[in-house]
Each structure stands twice: as structure tokens, then as C-alpha cells.
């Protein structure tokens, strides 16, 4: 009985050690990211995307997305290691979601999950922030949990959950600015509209700005 008391304990502490937290998350400045932890990500950028117009010329516009900032894996170990990242896409109501890790995206139109893998010398950090982004067809919140599992754990070393928020009409004050009235939408072809229509609509500001928005 005792031999396998001693064999239990063996084996416990034998699964911890194969399951230590070799890879956290870390922020821009190196600050660890609590295991756990919850993000809100809610600044908007934007990035040009075109729409082909009838007579076959193309019209520049600028999309917003939310993208995800700030946010590294760091090999808090003293060996060079790999690692397995999955990005589960918990909610994702409207537009287009990228996860990107060392510059290795995949993209996902709904709920669902992406894997990438990745290498990280001792004490080095994999960017996960540049291109991982949500780019919203409308107002929402899409919510990812990224998580991270070393090569030789048994588990997720590290978890976090990040939430995208978006809304349009939070953005600068612009619905406070009689400058930034509708003057013209138009088809995701081009074709001008008298008023909203099913779909992806085209809107031009009064200040210039163009956003693409989806109608239900």
C-alpha cells in the first residue's frame, strides 16, 4: 500500500513537471499576461480594401477592423522549444476573423478553430499581435480564446480571452458631426443606391471617408 502511495505521488508530481508553464503570454513591455486572463480589444484601425465600379474601374476604401494588440508568446524556458497555438473563435457574429502567428495567418468566416505552430529560442518572445485581427461587416463583439501548449506539456501551458469590440458609432464622435453625414452608398458593385439595400453597402462621408457595412 505504500509502495503505491509512493507511486501515485511519483506519477502526480512527474505529470506537473510535464506540464510547467514553459510559454506565457507577455504584453508589448514584457509584463507577464495572467494565465486566465480576459482582453478587451476596442481600437478601431483601418485598412484599405477596393470595389470594382460598372465601367470596370476599381474605387479605393478604407475597411476598419480591430486588431489584436500588444499580445506575445514568450519561451519562458531555458531551451529553445516549440509550441502549438490555437485560436478558438468562441463567437464571431459578423465579418472576418484572422489569426496570425509568426507571420503565418489563417482566416475564419465563423465560429471555429485554428492551429498554427511555432519555434521560440530561450527567452524569446512569437509575435501573435501583427495581423491578427477582426475586420466586422457590422457592430459586435467577436470572442477568441488563444491559448498556448509547449511541445513537451501535457496541456496548455497558457490561456487567455480576448474580446473584439466594435461599434460604429463610437468612433471619434462621428455621429456627433453633421460633417460626416451619408452623402452617397452604393453597391458592393458599384451601382449607386437611393436607400439601404440587403447586403454589403458602400458609404461615402461628407468628410470623404468610405466604410462598407453589411445590411440584414
Given at each position: ?12 508530481f ?11 503570454f ?20 483601418y ?22 494588440s500588444?499580445?506575445?508568446i514568450?519561451?519562458?524556458s ?5 509550441c ?6 468562441t ?15 489563417s ?14 529560442d ?11 485581427e ?16 509547449g ?20 468612433i ?45
Open positions: 500500500m505504500k509502495k503505491l502511495f509512493t507511486l501515485c505521488i511519483a506519477l502526480l512527474s505529470c506537473v513537471a510535464m506540464n510547467a508553464q514553459n510559454f506565457i507577455v504584453d508589448g513591455e514584457g509584463n507577464t499576461i495572467e494565465n486566465g486572463a480576459t482582453l478587451t480589444m476596442d481600437q478601431v484601425s485598412k484599405e480594401d477596393f470595389v470594382f465600379n460598372p465601367d470596370g474601374s476599381y474605387e479605393i476604401i478604407q475597411v476598419p477592423m480591430i486588431p489584436l500588444g499580445v506575445y514568450k519561451n519562458n531555458s531551451e529553445s522549444q516549440s502549438k497555438v490555437t485560436y478558438n473563435v463567437a464571431l457574429p459578423n465579418g472576418t476573423f484572422a489569426a496570425c502567428c509568426a507571420g503565418n495567418c482566416n475564419l468566416d465563423s465560429e471555429g478553430t485554428i492551429e498554427k505552430n511555432a519555434n521560440a530561450a527567452g524569446k518572445t512569437i509575435d501573435i499581435s501583427t495581423e491578427t477582426w475586420v466586422p461587416a457590422s457592430d459586435g463583439t467577436t470572442t477568441v480564446k488563444i491559448s498556448v501548449q511541445s513537451k506539456s501535457m496541456l496548455p501551458d497558457s490561456e487567455i480571452t480576448v474580446n473584439f469590440v466594435y461599434s460604429s458609432t463610437s471619434d464622435g462621428i455621429q456627433n458631426n453633421a460633417d460626416n453625414k451619408v452623402v452617397a452608398r452604393y453597391s458592393i458593385n458599384g451601382q449607386l443606391l437611393d436607400a439601404p439595400q440587403k447586403g454589403i453597402n458602400i458609404l461615402k462621408y461628407a468628410d470623404g471617408r468610405i466604410e462598407k457595412v453589411i445590411v440584414k
